[in-house]
């Protein structure tokens, strides 16, 4: 049997696609497919977060169901499927069975339960073990908790993932170590607010939070980096950013949704902290940490956003500098506090898009300065990836700090580390010269404060 599986949005969703695939290959022998045509199982795991993708999914449907074999069936997961649950089936015939994101450990059930509908976002599988992957890679993704308490006005997340759990630590230790001892290198840790880990499980548990998972995660032989994703600003306590900072196993990039410069704009999206509170956290970090990689979430043209909230967060982009950006006009999701703002709170969209344009065009312009800084540092490069292209061989990896790094004229071993020195950038990407092959004990040593301050 053949699945072909098709996976829109963040992380978490990637993972949820690994979840299912892996349950699949184990428990019902079904092996993956890119060819769409030669399925038996068709997945279509979704977003909800923006109008948009939303809206593609039912032509994405009938795409489908005009193109796969006599038999094959269409499963649609996620986040769409939690908000719109029968909706899809009464709309799209073809569709087969709903998978709400809450239920993903549901999905040999529901292949053999006629027009199946399962999107209880109080389901609770926070203790479910879910089969291994058949394909281990150097870079695994672990999910710590399920589901969110925050109630941002503008964000669908609680309305189909469910209030916030979180994993037992037991079971991430197990996992994280099954997941090193064949060939992980690189653990991103998932979660909706990673950083406020511990404020609920569903079955007793030892008092615990994030800052001592991390401690425990780092705890495990042959692991190089933990990464994570996303934290709460307002949960970063300068425990958190000491441990974050200290920890030579915790890569050195955090990425910290913002949303809005503006104070007031940042009540009105219900999201607990200030600007000032938001920039306080960003000199603690770059105090300890002045090669520290940074990212973020903005969201322009957020009801009644005048031009001087727009200038404040035009602000942050100036102090913060920050080293990705992901940049969105505000769309309205059902069920949310501000999806009930009255029309005249709304922004033009002409209004709306020219701020977009201006926001992304500063943030170039500050990837392009901060690339032309990298010429002459050194980085710890974990090897992703080589390739040819019509003029060179090189290999490929992130630092750290998060930089994807080119090296030119040479094949470094898949999962090897190699340090690098910066000699060019090509656009605002960054290409090295090989220095030398890394153990693993040596590339920690170099992952400190002290080392960073250094280089």
């Not at 903005?298 to 500098?321: N, R, W, Y």
């Not at 950038?425 to 030398?436: A, M, V």
Request: hydrophobic fraction near 35%; proline fraction near 4%; include cysteine.
């Amino acid at each position: 049997m053949k699945l072909f599986v098709q996976t829109m949005g963040c992380a978490m969703n990637e993972r949820d696609s690994a979840h299912m695939i892996a349950e699949l290959q184990t428990k019902l022998n079904y092996t993956l497919t890119d060819n769409l045509k030669e399925a038996d199982l068709i997945l279509i795991n979704t977003c909800s977060v923006r109008e948009k993708p939303e809206k593609k999914l039912f032509s994405e449907i009938g795409a489908f169901a005009k193109i796969k074999k006599q038999g094959a069936k269409i499963g649609v997961c996620g986040c769409s499927a939690s908000h719109l649950g029968e909706e899809i089936i009464k709309k799209a015939p073809s569709v087969d069975f709903v998978l709400g994101a809450r239920n993903v450990s549901k999905i040999t059930q529901v292949l053999f339960q006629p027009k199946a509908v399962e999107v209880d976002i109080d389901y609770d599988d926070s203790t479910y073990i879910f089969a291994y992957s058949q394909s281990m890679n150097i870079k695994s993704t672990l999910n710590i908790s399920i589901g969110c308490d925050k109630k941002c006005s503008y964000c669908i997340v609680p309305f189909t993932r469910g209030k916030e759990i979180s994993i037992p630590t037991d079971l991430l230790l197990k996992e994280a170590t099954n997941l090193v001892q064949n060939g992980t290198k690189e653990l991103l840790l998932l979660g909706q607010n990673v950083n406020n880990y511990g404020v609920r499980f569903s079955h007793p548990h030892p008092k615990t939070n994030f800052t001592e998972l991390l401690r425990r995660l780092s705890e495990i032989e042959g692991l190089y980096r933990i990464r994570f994703t996303s934290p709460h600003p307002l949960h970063m306590d300068d425990e958190f950013l000491e441990e974050f900072a200290s920890n030579a196993r915790i890569a050195k990039a955090l990425h910290i949704p913002l949303q809005s410069g503006s104070s007031r704009v940042l009540k009105m999206m219900k999201r607990g902290y200030s600007k000032e509170w938001y920039l306080s956290r960003i000199a603690k970090l770059k105090s300890l940490l002045p090669n520290v990689g940074i990212g973020t979430d903005i969201i322009v043209g957020f009801p009644t956003e005048s031009q001087a909230d727009f200038e404040d967060t035009m602000e942050v982009l100036k102090i913060a500098e920050f080293d990705t950006l992901y940049s969105f006009i505000y769309s309205p999701r059902p069920n949310t506090s501000a999806y009930s703002y009255d029309k005249s709170m709304l922004i033009e969209p002409e209004v709306a898009k020219e701020r977009l344009a201006r926001l992304q065009a500063l943030h170039k312009d500050i990837l392009r300065k901060k690339a032309r800084e990298e010429i002459g540092h050194t980085h710890e490069v974990l090897i992703e990836n080589h390739r040819d292209d019509k003029e060179h061989c090189f290999s490929e990896g992130r630092s750290s700090n998060n930089k994807l790094i080119k090296i030119k004229g040479i094949k470094c071993p898949i999962g090897s580390i190699a340090q690098v020195k910066i000699t060019e950038n090509e656009g605002g990407s960054l290409i090295g010269e090989f220095i030398k092959e890394l153990s693993l004990e040596s590339a920690l040593k170099l992952n400190t404060p002290k080392a960073a301050y250094a280089q």
